[in-house]
């Protein structure tokens, strides 16, 4: 019974990511200046993430730097870089990838957020007297919601795909930090 709730669940985060990406995507407008000159760097902002994980045992930190196009006050969207270090006991992964996100804001302390994520994972297990390593890619969904104040938004996040054994997260649940200028 709890596999098709959880089924049922991803299917709706999928959903929503959908709805979120393809409504920035139509919302881009490419508006110009009176001499003809684009705008588009007037509306692309910088920053980026950190991310922390703390379960028994484990630990798991990342940054991101990202680049977002600000389509208007509500709706943005872009692409990060991800470097990501998780240790668990002995255990030890490091992960670097890409990700495409998209940025709502229904009212301006609140954010939704809706990020894909593609990681290479290269992990080292040390099980006593035999060493195992693996590389491998690694895909994480997540949707995250954060209270913003001005440049910066602190907030909760969760791995829709989340996977114990493949993950390079600690757990399904993120707590983020935000800051673009």
């Known amino acids: 019974m709890q596999i098709v709730q959880f089924s049922c669940l991803k299917k709706i985060y999928v959903f929503f990511i959908i ?3 393809s409504t920035s995507c139509f919302a881009q ?3 110009q200046s009176l001499s003809g000159t684009s705008t588009f760097w007037s509306h692309v902002r910088f920053g980026g993430g950190l991310g922390l994980g703390i379960t028994n045992g484990g630990f798991n930190a990342s ?14 969207s872009g692409a990060s870089a991800t470097f990501n270090y998780a240790k668990y006991k002995e255990d030890k992964r490091t992960a670097y990838g890409g990700s495409i996100l998209s940025l709502y804001n229904p009212v301006h302390f609140l954010q939704i ?8 994972v290269n992990q080292r297990f040390d099980l006593g007297t035999t060493i195992i390593e693996e590389n491998y890619w690694s895909p994480a969904l997540f949707i995250g919601l954060g209270y913003t104040s001005n440049l910066v938004t602190v907030g909760i996040r969760y791995d829709v795909l989340f996977d114990n054994n493949k993950s390079i ?13």
């Open 19 to 21: 709805i979120l990406v």
């Open 169 to 181: 997260y600690a757990g399904a649940w993120m707590p983020f930090v935000r800051i673009y200028l």
């Open 113 to 120: 957020s809706a990020e894909l994520e593609q990681l290479r």
């Open 63 to 76: 940054v991101s730097p990202s680049a977002i196009y600000q389509f208007n006050e509500q709706f943005a």
């Open 29 to 31: 407008n490419q508006s």
